[in-house]
């Protein structure tokens, strides 16, 4: 791997780690010697240009006997390593992209080593190691075969032998939405997705072990156009979204036997959910969310980026909203996101991407010259509590922008473990893209003091919590 040319050294001298960059780098080249560094320029969603270094080469996969080598293409921003590559394949004029779990329609890759990304624990040996073995689990390319130009009886061979990926968004798949618990938020969570997203067909599902239900006999007695209700948890199959309001505590117990209870209730359909729904993302609004996702997750089985929490999703578009229409003469447009635990200890950051975007680039903490108009939102936020339909209104936006793969960054809860030197496998709300295939983590951002020390504090209370849980 050589980093001696003009241009390499250019781009190689404005990166923030140089050095550890360097030493990354030289390590990969022992691995993977056809590995090449280049410069390029990189276009982000935005359009927004940078120059910066790319790794370039093969990777080689095992299937069904035969060896066969991928090209990939690996982004390295100016942060690198201590933030992930943005990878792709590179696939030739004779390969066509087959979109799956691990990889979308432009080829952009998606792994939990990206989503979890935590240097130096993580290392882009590492990556490409998992990449490998997903890989060939999954190939992400096939042959483009030229045989449907030439004869109808080629271009019936050729479509008999095409294999329909089940993970791709279809004009004629069906798409559907499931939400567990017939309560209030329930209930207004399926009025409000509804309203927002283009679902074929929407089941509420009320379940007899949550305390929160009653409201479904309406909603049977009105018929809504493509809305289900059911008290069989098997009616959630094949959903590509399944949204989990149920709690199961009374007003009488203790904290921790308020929580246990949860865990109880969960543990007797998370995991038939997930089974019902392998590919579905679980997006949980039972309280306490940034728990009840940690435990979600845990009884699902599912990957990392398939359990999310609705989180600080809420008080962050409040917040933008606050700032860019009631303090912000004009709208800048000026982008603000709450993160951390959904209790008093969340703290705000700004970013500078719009709604839409995927560009990874590093959040910004609040500095001394805008604490004083963060300070007079944050405030004015405190006096708008979350009622049954805001939450559902929420929970409505997160789940358009997964079933449309929009792509559009959302604060929810997710695995932090890794995120800003978090070193616990803790759930907290951080900016997520959402698409299809669930969440993909923005990259950390170093906080203020005292903002350091509110995570640091939920990430303590969260460890403690979970260690007096009975899973």
Known sequence: MDLSSESVKKVLSKYKFRDVAIEELQKVSRVYTDMEVKSGTYTFNDSLQK?????????????????YNLPILLWLLDSFPFTPPICFLRPTSSMVIREGKHVDSKGRIHLPGLHNWDHP????NGLLAEMIAKFEEEPPLGTRSSAYGNSPNDLLAYVSNLKVNEGVNRPDQEVK?????????GIAAVLSIMAKSSVDKLVLIDIPESSTKGGTMDLEIFSLPNVEVSKDLSASAG???????????????????????????????????????????????????????????????????????????????????????????????????????????????WGNMGPGTDQLQALCPV????????????????????????????????????????????????LAEGWGGIGSKVFLSLPCILGE???????GVALGSEDEMKVRESVACQVNLFMQLKM
């Open 51 to 67: 120059d910066l270094l790319k790794l370039v080469g093969n990777i080689p996969i095992r299937y069904q006997g035969h060896s």
């Open 121 to 124: 624990k993580s290392s882009v």
């Open 177 to 185: 939405v499931s939400v567990i618990g017939g309560g209030d938020l």
């Open 239 to 349: 959903s590509k979204v399944v949204v989990v309001t149920a709690n199961a505590w009374s007003d009488e117990q203790s904290y921790l036997s308020v929580v246990q209870t949860n865990v109880d209730m969960y543990r007797g359909i998370i995991p038939h959910l997930a089974q019902l729904s392998p590919k579905a993302v679980l997006l949980i609004a039972s309280q306490p969310v940034d728990i009840m996702t940690h435990v979600a997750w845990r009884q699902s089985n599912l990957l990392p980026t398939q359990v999310i929490g609705v989180g600080c999703n809420l008080d962050s578009e409040r917040l933008s909203h606050i700032i860019n229409i009631s303090l912000v003469a004009n709208n800048t447009g000026k982008q603000a996101w709450v993160i951390g635990e959904l209790s008093e200890n969340k703290v705000a950051v």
């Open 367 to 414: 500095s001394n010259s805008t604490k004083p108009l963060m300070d007079r939102a944050l405030e004015m936020l405190k006096g708008r509590g979350q009622r049954s339909w805001s939450v559902g209104l929420s929970i409505a936006g997160i789940t358009h922008s997964i079933v449309t793969d929009q792509k559009k960054i959302h604060s929810v809860t997710t």
């Open 437 to 443: 295939s669930g969440s993909t983590r923005l990259p």
